[in-house]
Structures are given as C-alpha cells and as structure tokens.
C-alpha cells in the first residue's frame, strides 16, 4: 500500500512538472486567439525561446538574464507572426507554420556553430538554473502518511516558473473577464468593425495579445531548458506546443478548462514514464516509441471523445481591413 502511494504522489509531481510549459503555452495561445491570431507558432517560440534562454544563461551564468533572453527572442517571433498576419493580412497558418520550420532548423545550426556540441547547449552550473523551492516544514512534515509526501513533492519542491505558471491561469481569467482589455480583446475576436467602430485600434489591440503571447511563450522555453532541464537538446519542445494548442481549443479557449486539458496530458505523459521497461503476459516489454507516443494519442482521443464541440472566435483567421 505504501508504495502504491508513493508511486501516486510521485506520478503527481511529475504531472505537474510536465504540465508546466503546456500551461504556459496554453495561455499564450489563448490571448493570441481570442484576439482573432491563429498562433501554429506556439512550437517554434518556445523552442527559440529554450535555445536562447539556455546560451544567455550558460555565458552570463544567471537564469534571470538567461530568462530575459527567452522572452525577448519569444516576443520578436509574436511581432514577426504579427507583421504578417496583422499589417499585411497574410495566412495566419503559413505563417506559424514557417516561423515552426525555420526555428527548428536555425537552433541546430547556431547550437553547432557557438557550442559545437551538435545543436546542444553546453550543461547549466546550478547558479544559471531556476532550481526547486522547499516550502517550511517540507521535510518535517514529509513523515506524515500521504499528507506528508504530498506536501513535500507535489505542493513543494518546484522551482519557480512551475508556481508562476499555474498563478497566471488565474492571472489570465481575471484580464480576459474581468478587465477592459479583457472585453476588447474577446470583443475583437468576434467583431473586430464593432471594435473599430467604438474608435478602438483593432490593429494596436491585436499586436498587444501576440506579444503576451511572446512573453508566455518565452517563460515556457525557459522553463525547458534552465528549470526542468539543465540544458538546450535540439527539438526539445517535442510538440508540446502543438498539444497546447490542441487544449487550448478543446478547453474552448477559456483559461481554467484548458489548464485541466494540460494537466490531463501531462498526467499520461507521468504514467508513461511509469510504464516504460513493463512486461506484459504474452507481448514481451512494451516497446518505448509506443510507450513515448502514448501520451499524445491518449491526449487526442480523450479530448475528440469527451469534450463538445469547440466554437472559434467568429473573426479568428480573418484579414482585419479598416474601411475607409
């Protein structure tokens, strides 16, 4: 019994580690498209995120300034999404799609020619890492059946970023619903004349939420690559971007639903771990790719199957063009 509880609180740490940088993406995407910005991109930013946020860290041995970095590539990547997609009207998806391929490539090379370590960061000494904080009485309390543990690994024993990410889903409920910018930017996506009517810039309001997007997206990165990892590895993002905006959309774009929408893949993604090197009666080991893939195809058939239907921002995707 007692370790079958370990086991569950363990799982449970690790669900809320794994679900941090899906959150946090989850969020950005979320303020991008209720502006009316479809946002592909969410998987490039935060991979070039991860990539600058580690080399900053490594050479100026801070994770604040690594985390600086991280955001500020992550909020050029939103403006350049923007300038193509709000200034010229272009495809939203063409381009997230292009800003995806040429981040994947473009940290490859640079990881090879500034580290020569084959697209790799060089590893992050503990002082250039956002390392886990201990809450009081943690290890006292942590002899305590099941409360214990809980407190200590679940509730404790996180760094920073993982605590920042669940604070701004609540932080994001409040300014989609409860603030002027709020009401504009949810007004913006399914009106956007009635909003230019009202004399407010549809355009000015548009590039506001994909450089919140930017900012998200950017603390996700870093989260990879100087909190949860000590190091940038090529394609680490692993489409985690793509299954945050998959519980984006069936959260239905509203906070609270798609944060649990993260929690549920990042709940899969710990039982995997958990399954790895299991035996079954007849089959032999279970192979790892499957074991890897299980998560993802798990996350898509549940949220397919018991989510209802998802209606879009009505103005989401539409070229915005002022009438004169």
């Known amino acids: 019994m007692e370790d079958l509880i370990n086991i569950a609180i363990s799982t449970l740490a690790g669900t809320v580690r794994v679900s941090t940088p899906l959150i946090l993406c989850a969020m950005a995407g979320l303020f991008s498209e209720r502006s009316g910005i479809i946002d592909i991109s969410l998987e490039g930013k935060m991979l070039a995120a991860a990539f600058v946020a580690a080399g900053v860290a490594y050479v100026t041995g801070s994770a604040w300034v690594g985390l600086g970095g991280g955001i500020l590539i992550a909020v050029g990547l939103s403006l350049l999404h923007g300038f193509a997609c709000i200034t ?126 930017g900012i998200l997206t950017g603390i996700a990165g870093t989260y990879l690559s100087v ?57 032999g080991e279970v192979p790892v790719q499957f074991i890897q893939a299980l998560p993802y195809i798990l996350t898509v058939v549940l949220l397919a199957g018991f989510i209802g239907k998802a209606i879009a921002p009505k103005a989401i995707g539409v070229p915005y063009v002022k009438e004169r």
């Open 227 to 283: 909190a949860q990892n000590a190091s940038f590895v090529r394609e680490m993002s692993a489409g985690q971007g793509y299954i945050a905006l998959a519980a984006m959309i069936f959260g239905k774009w509203r906070p609270v639903p798609a944060m649990l929408a993260c929690l549920m893949f990042g709940f899969l993604d710990a039982v995997s771990i958990r399954l790895q090197g299991v035996v079954l009666p007849g089959i």
């Open 88 to 213: 010229h009207n272009g495809n939203h998806v063409v381009s997230g799609v292009a800003i995806n391929i040429l981040v994947s490539g473009l940290t490859v090379v640079l990881g090879v020619v500034w580290f020569h370590q084959g697209g790799q960061t060089p590893t992050l000494p503990q002082e250039a890492r956002f390392l886990p904080i201990h809450f009081p009485l943690a290890e006292t309390l942590s002899e305590i059946p099941v409360i214990g543990p809980f407190y200590a690994k679940v509730i404790s024993g996180h760094n920073l970023l993982v605590y920042l990410a669940f604070a701004l889903v609540a932080v994001t409920s409040w300014v989609v619903y409860k603030t002027r910018f709020g009401l504009r930017l949810r007004a913006v996506g399914e009106n956007p004349n009635a909003v230019d009517t009202a004399g407010i810039s549809v355009t000015f309001l548009r590039y506001r939420a994909v450089m919140i997007c």
